[in-house]
């Protein structure tokens, strides 16, 4: 039997390597984080460009969508259907989070075929729903 020091001891290192062990774990999974990047607009096509990676079919791949806004509905309004109707942020990294705790944290993201993208978020009853026709679908390399 161990002593209670050295119990204490055995425990409190354990802890210590774990806690050394985990950042380094979550530093890899940061540079490969799931997701959905919005790279960029083009306001002469109305084109938005998204960067989605994350792991399929058990493989981490890296996806570029072209993406055109079909409509945008705000709650229980009328929905607008326009190319320019969308609004997405330049920059930002949309996580599907479907299931949160906190509603204005909602973000539900799901693609429909091989050619619609929708984009679901915040709280209801003015919940934001964005659907983009996908233009371009490209596999990139995951280096």
Sequence with gaps: MFSRARLCSLICSSWITIALVIPSVSHGAE?????????????????????RDGVFDG???????V????MYRWGNR???????????????????NPFSKVPEDFLDISEF?????SITSGKKPD?????FK???YELLPSN
């Design 31 to 51: 540079q490969r984080s799931a997701g959905y990047r919005v790279l960029s607009y083009d306001a002469k096509t109305h084109e938005w460009t998204i960067l």
């Design 134 to 136: 996908i233009r371009k």
């Design 78 to 96: 009328e929905p607008v259907n326009s190319a320019e109707a969308c609004d997405l942020q330049i920059g930002r990294l949309m996580v599907p």
């Design 59 to 65: 493989e981490y791949q890296r996806k570029r969508l």
């Design 127 to 131: 919940r934001v729903r964005q659907l």
């Design 67 to 70: 993406v055109e806004c079909v």
């Design 113 to 117: 075929s091989a050619d619609t993208l």
